[in-house]
């Protein structure tokens, strides 16, 4: 009677943790959570990115008269910083993190860490005499808890000058920089990041713009990988449409 029970109560575990499973709509990002916070491969291609990002750096700072009049222009999250333990958190909870209902939260409590080769190449930056500026939407009316986190990093130039937050759009406050200085470099994990003609569109518009884009990417804009969010999250997958034959492999 007792292995009866136990049985039973097995199975009934099992078919609420699969009606939960089943209710939890921000379970499909699982995978993608995953891989933008466990996979060495993520690693290696922030890695990939800043590498490229410094090549570039020291050639426009050789070109230069004077290296103080350039600018690194670069996003915060998923670029600088790594958010994925509120996502995690807010996964566990089935809760849908790109609510953003959490954020505020995390802005003024969470602690990210660094993305792999981030302070260095911000560090190198500094040492060369470039201008940094952080543009993010983050909230600007919290921006006092974002410049603690960022300070608390130890990265360089962090100021409220320095650190653009949500207001204007990001095309215009990439203008501000440009007011003094010349942007030789775009840092980010979005799209918007580099051209505001990004924020608008379907996804097959923004794919076709990045066609005619093509020759911006790893010279003057360094893109990030990012499969945790974005805009392409609603997208319908194309699959092949042939009949499923299963064969041992």
């Not at 713009?209 to 805009?231: C, H, M, Q, R, T």
Request: glycine letters at 6%.
């Amino acid at each position: 009677m007792i292995r009866f029970a136990a049985l039973a109560a097995f199975f009934i575990g099992a078919t609420n943790a699969a009606a939960q499973d089943a209710d939890c709509s921000v379970a499909e990002f699982t995978a993608g959570l995953k891989f933008q916070q466990k996979s060495a491969e993520i690693a290696a291609l922030q890695l990939q990115a800043f590498n490229l990002a410094t090549l570039r750096l020291d050639a426009a700072v050789k070109g230069a008269e004077d290296p103080k009049k350039l600018a690194v222009v670069t996003d915060l999250d998923e670029t600088v910083i790594d958010n994925t333990a509120l996502l995690a958190r807010d996964l566990k909870n089935c809760h849908r993190y790109d609510n953003w209902d959490t954020w505020r939260h995390w802005e003024r409590d969470g602690e990210p860490t660094l993305i792999p080769g981030a302070k260095a190449f911000l560090d190198h930056a500094d040492e060369l005499g470039v201008t940094i500026a952080y543009i993010s939407d983050r909230t600007d009316d919290q921006k006092e808890f974002t410049l603690k986190t960022l300070q608390a990093l130890e990265l360089p130039q962090v100021s409220a000058d320095t650190v653009q937050l949500l207001g204007p759009d990001k095309t215009e406050r990439r203008a501000n920089v440009s007011k003094d200085h010349e942007i030789v470099l775009l840092l980010g994990d979005s799209l918007p990041d580099f051209d505001g003609g990004f924020a608008e569109g379907s996804v097959a518009e923004r794919r076709q713009l990045v066609e005619e884009k093509a020759a911006e990417f790893g010279d003057k804009w360094i893109v990030f990988p990012n499969a945790a969010y974005g805009s392409w999250r609603k997208a319908e997958l194309d699959a092949w449409d042939a009949e499923e034959k299963l064969e041992d492999y």
